[in-house]
Structure formats: structure tokens, C-alpha cells
């Protein structure tokens, strides 16, 4: 009995294995599962259908918005997978959860319903700028390029504002996304119920992603700190929140006073 049970523990472990092997194949090569395969600069398109020439634009925005990292490698090549018709990013939704897009390794895989013509991604009924989902996936490429599969996430447990908030910070480069003081103005105004926070093209950010990028804009833009310092500062997020609220208080005292 004991010899039997071992052996079919063996059997079973063998087969994940093989399963899991087989899966990480297909995911690190998107071409097994798309019909085309489209070279634009340093990015391989993977898409299923006739390609919209206007994404290119949206890549080209999304490139430059990147420039401004001090994690920006202009060599660096990334597959940008769409979601036209293949299984594979049904099987990344599958594997890692619901999203707009993910973006991991050298990958970034649309997930929801694409415009490329309005430059938005809609899912859920919400829209994400296009240009600016690109850049905060591809963030998260320039993090794994820069830092390493050890000390990125999800491996290095990196706090979440510290990961995402930067990737917001990087891509929400817009003219009415650049102030931090009219940043927070907007999300004391929303809605505390509200899932979402919404900008003047009617695209919107998730609130919780919305609250990282305000926490990383205080230390980039007020205090002047580079990314790297932020990955070592030991200051917990409420600590920073706190004291971006005595900033934001502070600053708007004497703006109205300058009145
Ligand atoms: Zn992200």
C-alpha cells in the first residue's frame, strides 16, 4: 500500500511538473500561440489580426514617457502581446488574475478590449489610456530589467505604492497629471465609494493605484528623491502619507493666502 501511494505521489509530481514546464514554455513564447508576429523599433508585436498602424504611436508615446526613468534601457526588447483573438492572454488572465494589462519579464500582455484609434483599453465598462497602460506595464519591465528576478516582484515583496506607484508615476505624464497639489485636489474631490478616479479624456485610474502615484510623485517631485533611494528608504507608506498631508495642508494654505 505504502510502495503504491509513493508511486502514484511520483506519478503526480512528475506530471504537474510537466504541465508547469509546458505552461512556462508557451508563456515565454508568445509566437506558439499567435498567428502573426510584427517588429516596430525595439518591440515584437504578437497579434492574431491585421494590425492597427495607430498603436505604433500609442508605443512610440509610451517609449518616450519611459525616457524619463533612471531605469530606462534603450536596448531593451519587449514582446507587446494583444488581445485579438489568441488564447495566451486568456492564459496569463488565467494565471495571474482579471486585469487592463499585465506586464512582467520582457512581456506585456493586453488584457480587456482595445481602441487603438481613441488610444484606450476598455474593460469592465472603464476606460485606461492606452499610451499610458503601455508605460506603466512596460515600468514593470524596466524594474525586472534593472533590479533582477530576485529583487523585483513578486519575489522581493516590494510594498505595493513603492512597485505600482511608480509605474503610475512614469506613465501619467498627461498636462493635467503633472501637479501633485491638483492630483490630490482630484482625489479628495472623488467619491469616496468610487472603485475609480477619472481624468479629463474620460480614462480613469483604479483609486488604490491612484493613492501609490501621489505617494511616489511627494517623493520624486517635492522631495527629490531618485526611484533607487525610494526602494531603500525605510519609511512606511502611512508615515509618508502623513507627512504629504501636512505638505499638500500646508501648500494650500499659502496659496490661498497668496490670493
Ligand atoms: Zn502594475
Redesign the pocket.
Known sequence: MKRQIKKWTLRLTVTGLFIAGLLLVIVLNPILTYAYKTTHNTYNIYHSKPLDSTLFTSLDQAAELLQTSEFYNPKLHLDICLNDGSKYPKLIRALRGQAFAW?FYDKVVLQGTANFADNYIELNGYKWNLTQLLA??MT?CLQFDKLGFWKSNPVAKIPNWKW?GY?EYLSRQGMDQKDLSVNLARLFATDKNNWEIKFDDSTIAPREYYDYWTLVQYCMDIKKMTYNHILLDTTNEQNVRQEMMNWYENNKSERTTSY
Do not use: I, N, T, Y
Open positions: 506586464g506603466h506595464e514593470h505600482e509605474a
